[in-house]
């Protein structure tokens, strides 16, 4: 009976299949298997011995269910699995398996493998989404909305802006992930405490085969452990991108609400409920799944970043959080993605809304502008802030528009005529370089992608 909605709910089969037990598995067969080509090369072990380690060292041979069979017998996942690997090999070769290593070696360097794997589709995956939110961007650069500060309406934006700032900071967390996976898919074959002792004289010699052989970078030192500092840097990355897809979805939730109702995402009614009770719901229930998710994953922050103290040379304390923090991670921030990826492929804008939600304030929005044209005029900034800024108050009490209060002000008409304030008072008009600094996001992705 599946318990955990990771099983049946979230997240997708991509990155299970990395994080199943059976691909787990098969990695830290790879590690033994590498292991055993890395000794012969090096005349540790003999050459047929290590050919027939690494032919069986496949979950063909070494099951799932014989390695749970025997850790039910020694409590001990990594010595069962050599346990399994070595009673399937024929003549002695089961006799060097495992030669010199200890079980981190095993573990974390398979874990970097099952990084690299989970790094490749979570990038794969960014990516796309990066690209439709700069398609967004492109489409959006001219359409412009209200900006709002602290909830209340601001100055006129556009919905260019809002995508093309996503699409950089998307950007960032793709490079972040580059940047993390230098740190964090690295190969350790060091042995007990991390001096190498155990394998003489070849120890540096076979640490550095070990992970040429699969294709990670060797790590620098360690003592039975790959230091956990990389490890937490890659969950606080997850729940980096985590909190700006939250972003993300949080401003289409917010958009999408009834009284704004600008941008929303889709919703098919022939289909679709939106309420067990209220037959008229059409809930952001995507963008609501997103925001709750990232919740989790942020929290998952404290337990990596305690991983990395651990007593002396190691401690056991890191190990059974890592089982949980690790693959779920991994799964619920590419669940997220995916759905990020449904959300912004099929959002509905409502261009009449978002009209009229730029001209709610009847004007009062262009309060800035009239105020700076004031000034380039002749009149000091802070008389025209003072000037404009009664202009306003009184517009605002008497619930009529601010282009009909300052064309009446013989202070502002003395220094603006009816043809300039007709212009000043056009929102469409008061953008700034906003679309010259989506230009700029859109000529610098070209390189990004």
């Not at 011995?49 to 996942?77: G, L, M, Y």
Request: proline share 3%.
């Amino acid at each position: 009976m599946a318990i955990h909605p990771i099983e049946y709910r979230y997240g997708t089969e991509e990155m299970r299949n990395i994080w199943e037990t059976d691909n787990k598995l098969q990695k830290m067969l790879d590690v033994e298997a590498a292991l055993s080509e890395a000794e012969a090369q090096l005349n540790m072990i003999p050459k047929d011995a290590a050919a027939e380690i690494k032919s069986k060292a496949s979950i063909k041979f070494v099951t799932s269910k014989r390695v749970s069979e025997i850790e039910a017998e020694t409590n001990h996942d990594i010595a069962s699995i050599v346990k399994a690997l070595a009673e399937v090999c024929e003549n002695d070769a089961g006799e060097y398996v495992h030669f010199g290593a200890t079980s981190n070696d095993i573990i974390d360097t398979s874990q970097s493998l099952l990084f690299k794997e989970s790094i490749s589709v979570l990038k794969g995956r960014l990516t796309e989404l990066l690209k439709i939110i700069l398609e967004l961007a492109e489409k959006n650069k001219k359409n412009v909305c209200i900006g709002r500060t602290h909830g209340q309406h601001a100055l006129p934006t556009t919905y260019g802006m809002k995508f093309a700032i996503w699409a950089d900071e998307l950007h960032r967390q793709i490079n972040r992930l580059d940047q993390c996976s230098e740190r964090l898919c690295v190969g350790m074959m060091t042995g007990a405490v991390g001096t190498t002792a155990a394998l003489g004289i070849e120890g540096l010699a076979v640490h550095k085969k070990v992970s040429k052989l699969l294709n990670l970078k060797p790590v620098l030192i360690s003592n039975q452990v790959v230091q956990r500092d990389a490890h937490a840097e890659f969950i606080m990355d997850l729940a980096n991108i985590a909190s700006t897809l939250e972003k993300m979805a949080l401003e289409i939730r917010n958009l999408q609400r009834t009284e704004l109702d600008e941008v929303g995402e889709s919703f098919d009614p022939r289909k679709q409920v939106g309420s067990s009770t209220m037959p008229h719901k059409m809930n952001p229930i995507t963008a609501e799944r997103i925001c709750g998710i990232s919740r989790v994953i942020r929290a998952y922050v404290a337990p990596a970043l305690q991983n990395n103290p651990l007593w002396h040379e190691r401690d056991l304390t890191n190990s059974s959080c890592e089982r949980i923090i690790l693959p779920e991670s991994c799964m619920l921030t590419d669940y997220i993605i995916k759905l990020s990826l449904k959300l912004f492929n099929n959002l509905v804008f409502k261009p009449v809304n978002i009209e009229r939600n730029l001209n709610l304030s009847h004007g009062l929005i262009m309060a800035e502008r009239v105020m700076a044209e004031l000034t380039r005029k002749g009149v000091g900034r802070q008389t025209a802030y003072a000037l404009v800024r009664v202009c306003a108050l009184d517009a605002n009490e008497k619930g009529i528009g601010l282009k009909e209060v300052i064309s009446s002000n013989p202070e502002v008409t003395k220094y603006l005529s009816s043809e300039e304030i007709e212009e000043i008072m056009d929102p469409h008009t008061y953008i700034g370089s906003a679309v010259q600094m989506v230009d700029n996001v859109l000529a610098e992705s070209k390189e990004w992608l």
